[in-house]
């Protein structure tokens, strides 16, 4: 099963890289690494927003089909994961912080724009 799990997100990676229209994700070195993503997802982000970004109800928002994620551009999600979201703010729909970084300050905004890649993937 994981064997094949791995496989789809290679098919699902290759088939984005292929046609996106040119809408790459870049970062100052180049082009950032969904794979790389994934990793730093499943590390990272996966306990709030759940396996294969479906979400946590409660917790974390689902990244599959979002329209947060399909509405901004890289630069506005680079700038959202730096800063988080307050359990207060008014945008804020689980009353959960997101905490700048996703609770983890060693990302940096190269792993930032890797997870922002990843992201990509979900909403084809």
């Known amino acids: 099963m994981r064997r094949t799990a791995a496989a789809l997100i290679v098919l699902i990676l290759a088939l984005v890289a292929c046609g ?3 809408a790459t994700v870049t970062t100052i ?3 950032a690494d969904p794979v790389r ?3 730093l997802y499943e590390t990272s982000c996966m306990a ?3 396996v294969g970004g479906l979400g946590v109800e409660g917790l974390g928002m689902p990244w599959v089909g979002s329209d947060f994620i399909n509405t901004n551009s890289d630069a506005e999600l680079l700038a959202f994961l730096q800063v988080g979201r307050a359990a207060d703010d008014p945008l ?3 009353g ?3 905490l700048p970084r996703g609770g983890n300050p ?3 905004d190269a792993d930032l724009m890797d997870l922002i890649a990843y992201m990509r993937t979900l909403n084809v």
């Open 106 to 108: 060693t990302l940096t």
């Open 20 to 22: 996106n229209d040119g």
């Open 29 to 31: 070195d180049g082009a």
């Open 92 to 94: 804020n729909t689980t």
């Open 96 to 98: 959960v912080a997101m």
């Open 48 to 50: 709030c927003h759940g």
């Open 37 to 39: 993503g994934l990793e």
